[in-house]
């Protein structure tokens, strides 16, 4: 089955899961609005880096060249729950996990975990067989619950500042 099959059932599926009603589909350029708005908020209500550090994590909204190519390129997948954007992920080049957010308020109700399974049969339609991720410290937990490890820490400097991530490995 293609992804555009698996993406369609899960767009009419509507399937309870955890009590929530959720729809999935692919980003399209004309969502990035909202995208930034999530990612900025989730990214500003961090409590695991400095305000400093999350300054410069959330800058990247300035950056919109890059979001519409990452939109554009990856398969860079939506959530929805009546209408209201809960979170994105999205499979980027080769078998890289780019992008994990969810609305700041609406965390432990297995949005995550949702989409990351529709990124995972996604990188199977691709005979992949293992996915890579850069994870915050915040997201650790979640990507070790989905089965992933951290292969190393990484040192990642931005504006001089040090942003602390794991790469994490998943074999599919
Ligand atoms: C990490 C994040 C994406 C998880 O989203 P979520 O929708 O709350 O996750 P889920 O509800 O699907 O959680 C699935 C499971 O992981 C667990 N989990 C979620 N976040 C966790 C964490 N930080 N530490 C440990 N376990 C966690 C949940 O308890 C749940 O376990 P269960 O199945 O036993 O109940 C979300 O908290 C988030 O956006 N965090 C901040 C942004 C961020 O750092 N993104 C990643 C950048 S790489």
Redesign the pocket.
Known sequence: MNHFCLLFINYIECSLFRNIKMEFRKAEEGDLALILELFEA??LA?TDYTEEQKEIWASSVNNLEMWKGKIKDNFFLLAFENDKLM?FSSLGPMDYVDM???QKD?????????LLLNIEEEAKQYDLSQLY????V?????F???GYHVVKTNRNIRKGIHLK?FRMKKVL
């Open positions: 989730n990214v961090n979170g994990m957010f969810v609406e965390f432990g109700k297995g949005i995550a975990s949702k991720a850069d994870v915050s915040s997201a650790r937990g979640f070790e619950k989905s991530n």
